[in-house]
């Protein structure tokens, strides 16, 4: 996001990180690797863990029947009491990686609406490289605009070679002697 004097500010999300993503991951599944959760995810399905808007519609003067099918009210509310070997690792790797873009999204939004911004450009090395990621956080920003009270969309981009500038902006600012850069 850009301050008003035209320099860059992050959005961190500090405990959401790719590394917590994936010891998630890892613990549940046994993945080690970001490609190998990616593929698992993609021939899986979240419907099978998470309660969905659609899940819970019970006809036209429902609640939820104003609300987005893909919208999630609870994020794995269907392994609640059951074993995780209830469930195939592929839904379980597609309901975290839905998860972890559900957690982006928010979080980049209500960002992005708390500055009045309409465009959010995404870096680092897991949204970067996977279009299964990017395809999910904006399904979720679009879904969210949809059911905004002010109907406003935030729009995601995807910087190319994404990992990078994240560390090229850290390098900047410490070089620039910026007294809140807190790097070692």
Same mark, same amino acid.
């Given at each position: ?6 320099? $860059? ?14 010891? %998630? ?5 046994? +993945?080690? @690797?970001?490609?190998?959760? *990616?593929?698992?995810? @993609? ?10 808007? &659609?899940?819970?519609? &019970?006809?036209?003067?429902? !609640?939820? @029947? *104003? ?5 999630? +009210?609870?994020?794995?509310?269907? /392994? ?15 309901? %975290?990686?839905?998860? $972890?873009?559900?957690? %982006? ?20 090395? !897991? !949204? ?11 399904? +979720?920003? @679009?879904?969210?605009?949809? *059911?905004? /009270? &002010? ?15 994240? /560390?090229?902006?850290? %390098? ?11 790097? &070692?």
């Amino acid at each position: 996001m850009m301050n008003e004097d035209g320099t $860059f500010r992050a959005l961190e999300v500090i405990t959401r990180c790719g590394r917590y993503f994936m010891s %998630l991951a890892n613990l549940l599944i046994g +993945v080690t @690797s970001f490609t190998e959760l *990616i593929e698992l995810a @993609s021939r899986g399905s979240d419907d099978n863990l998470h309660v969905k808007a &659609k899940h819970l519609k &019970k006809g036209v003067d429902d !609640v939820y @029947s *104003i609300v987005p099918d893909e919208f999630m +009210v609870y994020a794995m509310g269907q /392994a609640m009491g059951q074993d995780k070997n209830s469930f195939k690792k592929e839904d379980i790797a597609a309901t %975290l990686v839905s998860t $972890f873009a559900e957690d %982006l999204a928010q979080c980049m939004n209500q960002a992005a609406m708390a500055h009045g911004l309409k465009q959010i450009f995404m870096t680092g090395s !897991v !949204v970067g490289t996977s279009q299964y990621m990017r395809n999910h956080i904006n399904m +979720v920003l @679009s879904i969210r605009g949809m *059911i905004n /009270a &002010k109907n406003e969309r935030s729009r995601g981009y995807f910087v190319r070679f994404a990992g990078y500038y994240g /560390a090229i902006g850290a %390098l900047l600012k410490t070089m620039r002697g910026d007294s809140n850069a807190n790097i &070692k």
